[in-house]
Antibody, heavy 119, light 109 residues
Framework: QVQLVQSGSEVKKPGASVRVSCKTSGFTLTTYFMHWVRQVPGEGLEWMGLVDPTGHVFLYGVNFQGRLTVTRDTSRTMVYMDLRSLRVEDTAIYYC????????????WGQGTLVTVSP | QSALTQPPSASGSPGQSVTISCTGTSSDVGGYNYVSWYQHRPGRAPKLIIYEVAKRPSGVPDRFSGSKSGNTASLTVSGLQAEDEADYYCCSFAGSNIHYLFGTGTTVT
């Protein structure tokens, strides 16, 4: 079955960078869009960015352009999210998400990774 | 970009129905039939319950239904059950610049 297993919690200082990884299994990574979505505590969900099935197209939300890089390693069936210049307000749960084959919605989610940014 | 607007909370007794609205603009909800809904229980990953406005993924009970009129989408949960207590989020495709917008979330009790 489809599984998205994310790396563990992280604690970072403001200004640092963080990488969250997502191990995928049960499907072919090169045939799906993969996204990252976050939830700031007490707030709603926020779409961050995606990598397309070819691995050559990366799109980012306007709030993350210049700070976010999404990558993938098909040999390891991994997807990564790198967020730079962290701020306290980046404290959130970050989710790795698969876009459904019929497109434009999200049918499988990772378990979430808590990133805490604290001075 | 602004999140789609949902009521903060909704409630009902077991067996009753509850409807959650999701209001956007003609650039997102009103412009595309790509509205999806997610059920999010504490400590768990969100779960897709409605896609393309009104379609249900396999395994989702038909107590969950979706619709759209103009710039507002709606999720109705009929025959409320205790297990339906959760946060519910709408999401809309919003074009090639914004891409995806989520709603502000509604807590159903």
């Amino acid at each position: 079955q489809v599984q998205l297993v994310q790396s563990g919690s992280e604690v970072k200082k403001p200004g640092a960078s963080v990488r969250v990884s997502c191990k995928t299994s049960g499907f072919t990574l090169t045939t799906y869009f993969m996204h990252w979505v976050r939830q700031v505590p007490g707030e709603g969900l926020e779409w961050m960015g995606l990598v397309d099935p070819t691995g050559h197209v990366f799109l980012y939300g306007v709030n993350f352009q210049g700070r976010l890089t999404v990558t993938r390693d098909t040999s390891r069936t991994m997807v990564y999210m790198d967020l730079r210049s962290l701020r306290v307000e980046d404290t959130a749960i970050y989710y790795c998400v698969r876009e459904a084959s019929h497109l434009k919605d999200f049918d499988h989610w990772g378990q979430g990774t808590l990133v805490t940014v604290s001075p | 970009q602004s999140a789609l607007t949902q009521p903060p909370s909704a409630s009902g007794s077991p067996g009753q129905s509850v409807t959650i609205s999701c209001t956007g603009t003609s650039s997102d909800v009103g412009g595309y039939n790509y509205v999806s809904w997610y059920q999010h229980r504490p400590g768990r990953a969100p779960k897709l319950i409605i896609y393309e406005v009104a379609k249900r993924p396999s395994g989702v009970p038909d107590r969950f239904s979706g619709s759209k009129s103009g710039n507002t989408a709606s999720l109705t949960v009929s025959g409320l059950q205790a297990e339906d207590e959760a946060d519910y989020y709408c999401c809309s495709f919003a074009g090639s610049n914004i891409h995806y917008l989520f709603g502000t979330g509604t807590t159903v009790t």
